[in-house]
């Protein structure tokens, strides 16, 4: 049944007389917003409470009185509200359900349910106010203009990531005692700050690590760093950012005492044969490393490219589209986004961040946004038949699968997990929706460097 909330009125569990539910009446009000008049028998919800318990007086303790032989009397004065209150709700939420069945509704979110004051011939009146689905209008799809991105993967591409996959595994030896910091070198080294001739929080550290030139640390400090020796010692000035993430000394200027420690090279190791071993490629050699790094790559690409053309298609689809949305979608959408943004606020250490105040208006248009275009998705999957299709699925697990150790315990984990599964559905779907509207749409390519794609 519908989940729905209703406040009864005092129990009354003496009428007996049984009248099948019925709805009364149906209303258009404003837009998508409904009305249902809904009536229950008095005598049956009466019987039913009086039933529940009798039921319920066979367990129920009171002081004086032994287990079951609790007199209904007080058994309907201590429980009958909440009895009364279950079985009205479990009513009406059955006798919603049916009627917006019966007058064929799809029903948009949970129905507002009042009782009215009167009764008519020994029913109890409700009335269901609610939002149905709209009708959902999309435009001439020949008609919009969109920009379809691409981009290659290049040989310049594929030595940076071979760069980066090295240095992932580059080790550090201690340089000879005469030598200076220079890029790439791990610093150990003794530092107290002061604003003001005194120490801050945070402004002090014995036997700190950090490489240098990899912005680890702020410029001004990485600077001063460099060409320093083992022993030595230097005294500078670092002005700390005005958004700094410590907000105790953001703006402000320090004076920073500095002793190293301690200085290591790196060394990387060579893109050869023994490196592509350690990286678990089949075919161990330089032209398998090219080849495996190219692959994982192009992978990418597809993703990033596909992303950006979705992002285009859905910005059409709103634009070509036209629809109510209903207000109860959106409310729960918004509301939502406000508990993923707290979960996010969390996640990141925030304190107290239930508590942070995170008004609606915020996230309205964000919502409306999100809302609309999945009634627009929805209509176009159902009118062009544009759902995934089992082999598609299979396919899109196998791809993302190429990119781990072992493809094949991955393939059995999504399969394994319905959720996961559903994940995979929906971006088999968004990527159907965005293979038809580019084949519908006025189409522009455009070919994208590859740095630019992957810095998007």
Do not use: C
Not at 38 to 62: D, F, G, N, Y
Not at 185 to 200: L, M, N, S, W
Request: aromatic share 6%; no cysteine.
């Amino acid at each position: 049944g519908v989940p729905v909330r209703v406040r009864p009125r005092a129990p009354d569990i003496h009428l007996r007389n049984k009248v099948p539910i019925m709805a009364v009446n149906v209303e258009t009000l404003e837009k998508l917003e409904r009305r249902i008049t809904l009536s229950l028998p008095s005598a049956q919800i009466s019987s039913e409470v009086e039933s529940r318990l009798r039921k319920l007086s066979r367990t129920v303790k009171a002081a004086g009185f032994r287990p079951g032989k609790v007199p209904m009397s007080v058994v309907a004065q201590r429980y009958g509200y909440s009895v009364h209150y279950e079985v009205v709700n479990d009513h009406v939420g059955r006798a919603f359900s049916d009627a917006a069945t019966e007058a064929k509704l799809r029903v948009a979110g949970a129905p507002r349910i009042e009782q009215k004051d009167d009764t008519q011939d020994g029913r109890i009146v409700f009335d269901a106010t609610f939002e149905v689905y709209p009708e959902v209008q999309i435009g001439d799809l020949s008609a919009a203009e969109i920009e379809s991105a691409s981009a290659e993967v290049t040989e310049q591409a594929i030595d940076r990531t071979i760069g980066i996959l090295r240095k992932q595994r580059r080790t550090f030896g201690q340089r000879p005692a005469a030598d200076a910091a220079q890029e790439g070198d791990r610093v150990t080294i003794d530092f107290e700050g002061k604003i003001d001739g005194e120490p801050f929080a945070g402004g002090k550290a014995d036997a700190f690590q950090f490489i240098i030139g990899e912005g680890q640390m702020l410029e001004q400090f990485d600077k001063a760093v460099r060409g320093m020796k083992v022993g030595e010692s230097k005294t500078f000035a670092l002005q700390f950012p005005s958004d700094y993430h410590g907000q105790d000394v953001a703006g402000k200027e320090a004076d920073f005492r500095v002793t190293v420690t301690r200085i290591e090279a790196q060394k990387l190791p060579d893109a050869d044969e023994a490196f592509a071993k350690t990286l678990g490629i089949a075919e161990a050699s330089v032209q398998g490393l090219r080849d495996s790094v190219a692959s994982n790559l192009q992978r990418e690409v597809r993703v990033r490219v596909l992303a950006r053309n979705k992002a285009a298609v859905m910005d059409a689809l709103v634009a070509q589209s036209a629809l109510e949305l209903p207000k109860a979608l959106v409310n729960s959408e918004v509301e939502r986004l406000i508990a993923s943004a707290r979960e996010d606020l969390k996640r990141r250490g925030i304190k107290d961040a239930d508590k942070a105040p995170l008004p609606q208006e915020l996230f309205q248009a964000q919502a409306e946004r999100r809302v609309r275009l999945g009634l627009v998705v929805a209509e176009l999957v159902r009118a062009n038949n544009l759902q995934a299709k089992p082999e598609q699925l299979q396919a899109h697990i196998e791809e993302m699968s190429q990119s781990y150790e072992k493809p094949s315990e991955v393939v059995r984990w999504y399969l394994s997990d319905r959720n996961r599964m559903a994940e995979v559905e929906a971006l088999v779907v968004e990527k159907n929706v965005t293979d038809f509207v580019l084949s519908q749409a006025k189409v522009t390519p455009k070919v994208l460097a590859f740095d630019d794609l992957m810095n998007a």
